[in-house]
């Protein structure tokens, strides 16, 4: 073979490459095109992305973090991770790596929100999370939900995402756990100039509610080592009827009075109610009955 025909290879290889790498980039605009215009809820592959996430022992813990990780950056998102806001232990996997800075990439000083002590008390994100428990989104105008939520619409965000954060908006999901545990998540744009998440906020948010409550929902099972609460505990009527009116301030004997029963029948019940929630004292009955349920939304 001539040089002529060497060059002649050698360009032609050359531009098949190229055309190679057009269709790649081509194949990957087209999929990005389709993730932008439906809803992340329609694709074929939900429940594998559902069983990546999903973990049941605390090995699990990080590849399951990384496969959400990596959902979250298809869409060219970051995601924030918090499994109880009332803690002050960050997300771990088994060897104690933090995973919002190791895995969900926050890794700069003032990105390092877990390590802000008094951040759950006075974020008004994580006051909204208390609030509602569908996903919202938010910027400094407000917040956005799927329906009216009178409670978050007075908390105020005006100076929050100049002053605290250096994205201009976010997507929110909360989390609400068995026995009043709040998990309370958040979603942004790359773009961190971003403001209006309405369109991502009705194709992404509830897709990702899905999957980070699966998360979740794993991490706290596999995280958590001590039970407060006895299994399987069933409280009687007029127990419940009893820490009802106690959960309202009502004492024993006007308690009596409201169900025409006597001061000592009372005491005994609520005594028999501590015992089944292994209570120490009357607060905490009422505390425990309330974690599980049985009071519901006192007015």
Not at 242 to 256: N, P, S, V, Y
Request: with cysteine.
């Amino acid at each position: 073979m001539s040089r002529l025909d060497d060059k002649k290879s050698v360009i032609g290889n050359a531009d098949e490459d190229t055309r190679n790498m057009d269709e790649i980039d081509d194949a990957e605009g087209k999929h990005m095109a389709s993730l932008t215009k439906s809803s992340a809820l329609t694709r074929s592959d939900l429940p594998d992305l559902l069983k990546a996430v999903e973990i049941d022992s605390i090995e699990d813990i990080h590849d399951a973090a990384v496969a959400l990780q990596s959902v979250g950056e298809e869409y060219r998102l970051k995601l924030a991770i918090c499994d109880d806001i009332s803690s002050r232990e960050p997300l771990v996997d088994e060897n104690g790596t933090v995973l919002n800075s190791d895995v969900f990439g926050w890794v700069e000083d003032k990105e390092r929100w877990w390590e802000q002590n008094s951040l759950a008390l006075h974020s008004p994100m994580v006051r909204a999370c208390r609030y509602e428990n569908e996903p919202f989104w938010c910027n400094s105008s407000g917040f956005y939900c799927h329906s009216r939520n009178p409670y978050i619409e007075k908390i105020e965000l005006k100076t929050y995402f100049e002053e605290t954060t250096r994205f201009q908006s976010a997507i929110l999901i909360p989390i609400h756990l068995p026995f009043g545990q709040i998990s309370a998540n958040s979603i942004h744009s790359l773009d961190r100039s971003e403001t209006d998440l309405a369109e991502r906020f009705e194709l992404y948010a509830d897709f990702f509610a899905l999957l980070i409550r699966r998360f979740i929902s794993g991490y706290v099972s596999a995280i958590r080592t001590t039970r407060r609460i006895p299994s399987d505990c069933v409280l009687s009527k007029r127990e419940v009827e009893c820490l009802h009116w106690a959960a309202i301030g009502k004492t024993d004997k006007e308690i009596g009075i409201i169900v025409d029963l006597s001061h000592a029948t009372i005491r005994y019940h609520m005594q028999r109610a501590g015992e089944k929630l292994n209570a120490v004292n009357r607060a905490q009955t009422i505390f425990k009955a309330g974690q599980l349920g049985y009071l519901g939304a006192n007015d």
